[in-house]
């Protein structure tokens, strides 16, 4: 899980940002596991780059690689959702404020990496032959794509942020401004 911002920049965004590296690569590994893949390495968090990975054995079936490569958006968006709703609900004070941080910092490391996206594309054009379902890789290695490329203009953090305003949307039923 690469963050695409300069060196410098890249390190402070991980550091303030680390629950949701964490939870990312988490997600991989849950998959994995659920899945039967071997994850022969496992690494949460790290200042580098990537900034967290884990490396797993092949993947025999293509649900199993789709959701694998898919996990992190599923994970981190359930979770921040999850997160944001606690925050909303609770009075404003510190641990409101605590879990707007935890909830846009596990958002924003939603988007599955380019390597994702790669290995879904390898394990779309194998499979379509096979199980048409495959088909729907493509746009998804798409957007995986977009956002990646769109991170530098911190479309990540827009992502978050609107993801935020959503579910203080839908408790509320008035804006949270």
């Known amino acids: 899980m690469g963050i695409n911002r300069s060196s410098q920049l890249g390190w402070l965004i991980a550091i303030l940002t680390f629950p949701g590296i964490i939870i990312h690569e988490w997600a991989h590994k849950f998959f994995c596991d659920r899945a039967n893949v071997p994850v022969y390495k496992t690494c949460y968090f790290r200042l580098g780059n990537p900034a967290g990975y884990v490396i ?29 709703f606690i925050a909303v609900i609770i009075p404003r004070g510190l641990i409101a404020y605590i879990l707007y941080w935890l909830g846009i910092s596990v958002a924003m490391h939603s988007s599955p990496s380019n390597q994702d996206a790669d290995s879904l594309w390898q394990h779309s054009k194998r499979a379509l032959k096979r199980n048409p379902l495959a088909l729907f890789g493509f746009p998804i290695v798409g957007l995986i794509k977009l956002s990646s490329l769109l991170s530098r203009i911190w479309f990540d953090l827009l992502y978050a942020v609107a993801l935020f305003l959503l579910v203080a949307f839908l408790v509320r039923g008035e804006s949270f401004f």
């Open 56 to 84: 797993h054995g092949p993947v025999n079936s293509y649900a199993k690689a789709f959701f694998i490569a898919t996990a992190p958006f599923l994970t981190n968006t359930t979770i921040a959702v999850i997160v944001f």
